[in-house]
């Protein structure tokens, strides 16, 4: 036993040191290979011997359980917001001030990272709250989410009570492979890496905010002038007890030495791989900041300089038309390519018909563009004085692709092509179908569809399953050969087992997206259940809303789509889902809240009981909690039902309800 003991000890260490080399130095000592087999041998003597679970735990970072709501917390010291200054002179202005109050002092610059503001607090050295700024004085409790970020240290190097204060953001990376999958699954793009952080970080499920990579600079101590003097000495205490601080700081004697590294910074920041949108300039002696005093919103002895988001002028050569899956029509900009924000831009999306109406876009116009959120081109505005006796844009009328008249429902900004036959929706349909989050047939991407597509093989979903009827002919086209069309059907065949859910989305009903898909299949488990759902039943659904159940409707009730699905269940694909088994038992549809500490079950390990049994785990006492499950050293949540009369269960009676269900 004290073998193993150890051994988690020793795992515990090396994974965690791991984690600050990679994520807090950017200095990795091991491979992703090496911290994943750690990892994995750690999660699974935890599941074994949850009594020896370190409190600094790094599997901590893989994301809880679920949680009902965020539970509200009042700031020891309310978070404040910065002034705003946008160039020299007033920056220059804002440092006059000062001197007028205190005449001797430096300043410490910053990079203002692009994200949201976080309380993090710390009791005896160990993790113990995070929370959003929220309007300053009541934050939200975001402890689990927080605790997923991998740069986050669980346990400082030194045993104190500290309240830390710093930026969560999304680095680019995350940001693209976050958008990728919002894409994938039918879903609206985040805007920029600030929304995607601030999205990411009110998301009920940890583990989901585990996933998207989010990470976090950190930057102030409450009450600092406890532990250090200076703003300066501040950042590197901060370094020292394990916080990630952003490299870029500098103590600055005089204005002038600011003015010149705001240029500076501003060049620095197109290098980076996470968003800025200024510095900030700090007083750096803490004895000085009463003096120079407060506004109601903002200390005086701070600013933020706020950069400019690059743009610059191109020419718009043409405005293209892309049609997607469902028919949609999207006006493209095409652009001179031109290098902005570190890449070079030739296509920006326009969005709709209103959108280039609204800033009357012209073709052969001189365009501004930016990055949003330094990563989605975007048209700002048109220069109007260069502009030459230029035709104002009309919307296409017919589909670039069949030629058939598109239409405009009201109330949506959206043109489609309503030809179920579009040649243009079938390809987007079966690459759709086909792809890695649907259906997931490996071989058959983008441009094999394409060709099978133009080679008459394949215009419709049900084709994919015939192809191998036409296995001899098709090893006879250049470049396709035995091989891939062995393996391409081979890959078919295997798609023919995928779950329900990916079928459903694959089949790429309008709003239907990967989610949405994973819900529908638990209330209708077959294609035939789905057939027949009715509006006023799949509106009673949580996720699904009136724009949703209208679509599923109409999609499943088309007599093109019945015998489609007919014809792919004869050809043998899975058109049910098995319903995970499911027990009576008194827990089922009762909410439980888990406090303290068991002896013989983790907390994971718990409520994946009680989840089987059909319970549901809250992270609060409410009245409409049904059992707290009270461990050793409950505190607030056991005394808060007491106080509401919830009935408490302790280790011993859990054990029993539960019974031989672990
Ligand atoms: S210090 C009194 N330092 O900018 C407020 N803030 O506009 C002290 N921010 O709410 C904040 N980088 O969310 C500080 N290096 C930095 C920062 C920073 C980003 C954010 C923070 C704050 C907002 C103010």
Known sequence: MMDIKKRIDELVKIINQANVDYHTKDQPTITDFEYDQY?????????????????????????????????KVTHQVPMMSLANVFNEEELRNFDDKIRKVVPSFSYVSELKIDGLAVSLVYEAGLFKRAATRGNGVVGEDVTENVRTIKSLPLKLTEPIDIEVRGEIYMPHKSFKLANEERM???????????????????????????????????????????????????????????????????????????????????????????????????????????????????????????????????????????IGRTGVITPVAELEPVFVSGTTVARATLHNEDYILTKDIRIGDTVVIHKAGEIIPEVLHVVKEKRTNLKPFEMITSCPVCGTH??????????????????????????????????????????????????????????IYLLHQYRDELKEIPGFGDKKVEKLIQAIEASKKQTLDRLIFGLGVKHV?????????????????????????????????????????????????KEMLRLLSEFGLNMTHEKEESIAHTFNGKTLV?????????????????????????????????????????????????????????????????????
């Open 39 to 71: 990892l994995k041998e750690l999660i699974e003597l935890e599941e074994s011997y949850p009594n020896y679970k370190q409190i600094d735990s790094p599997t901590q970072k893989i994301g809880g359980f679920v949680l009902d709501g965020f539970v």
């Open 184 to 322: 994938n699954q039918n879903e609206a793009l985040f805007a920029n890496p600030r929304n995607a952080a601030a999205g990411t970080i009110r998301q009920l499920d940890p583990k989901i905010v585990a996933k998207r990579q989010l990470d976090l600079f950190c930057y102030t101590i409450v009450n600092a002038s406890s532990y250090v003097k200076t703003q300066d000495e501040a950042l590197k205490y901060l370094k020292k007890l394990g916080f990630k601080v952003n490299p870029y700081h500098e103590k600055l004697e005089d204005i002038d030495a600011l003015v010149n590294k705001v240029s500076v910074y501003d060049s620095l920041r197109k290098t980076l791989n996470y968003d800025t949108d200024g510095v900030v300039i700090k007083v750096n002696e803490f004895d000085l900041y009463e003096r120079i005093g407060y506004t109601a919103k903002s200390p005086k002895w701070a600013t933020a300089y706020k950069f400019q988001a690059e743009q610059v002028e191109t020419l718009l050569k043409d405005i293209t038309f892309q």
């Open 513 to 561: 997206g990967a989610k949405v898909a994973k819900t529908l299949i638990k209330h209708y488990p077959s294609v035939n259940a789905l057939m027949e759902a009715k509006y006023e039943d799949l509106i009673q659904i949580n996720e699904i809303g009136e724009m949703i159940a209208t679509s599923i409707v109409s999609y499943f009730n088309d007599d093109k789509v």
């Open 594 to 662: 888990l406090t303290g500490k068991m002896e013989s079950f983790s907390r994971e390990q718990a409520t994946e009981i009680i989840e089987k049994c059909g319970g549901k785990v809250a992270s609060s006492v409410s009245a409409k909690t049904d059992y707290v499950v009270a461990g050793e050293d409950a505190g607030s949540k056991l005394k808060k039902a007491n106080e509401l009369g919830v009935k408490v269960l302790d280790e011993e009676e859990f054990k029993v309800m539960i019974d031989g269900l672990y």
């Open 406 to 463: 598109l239409e405009r429902k009201p109330g949506e900004a959206d043109y489609y092509c309503m030809n179920p036959e579009c040649p243009g929706k079938h390809i987007n349909t079966l690459i759709h179908f086909a792809s890695r989050q649907a259906m997931d047939i490996d071989t058959l991407g983008e441009k094999v569809v394409e060709m099978l597509h133009e080679l008459g093989y394949l215009n419709q979903i049900t084709d």
